[in-house]
């Protein structure tokens, strides 16, 4: 299965941070279908419950979800 990385980035706002209303923004203008029968790898700091919220998004659309730590460790979580 392939592999493609996703930071968490995508989801800051101007100042770098993930916040709620960035993520409510910027959630929606992601294309699920890039990600579609892949496994992603989740990558950079945010809120755990943000995300929890990407992980749900992703959700019927990646083939496998794993998060990479900082140290270069990749955790599977489906």
């Not at 706002?13 to 959630?27: A, F, I, P």
């Not at 419950?49 to 979800?65: C, D, F, S, T, Y």
């Amino acid at each position: 299965m392939e592999k493609i990385e996703m930071n968490t980035d995508v989801l800051a706002d101007m100042s770098g941070k993930v916040s709620e209303n960035s993520l409510k923004s910027k959630l929606p203008q992601l294309n699920m279908e890039t990600y579609r029968g892949k496994h992603v790898v989740v990558k950079g700091c945010a809120p755990t419950w943000a995300v929890m919220v990407l992980q749900h998004k992703l959700e019927g659309v990646a083939g496998g979800l794993s998060f990479k730590l900082f140290f270069g460790k990749e955790i599977p979580v489906w």
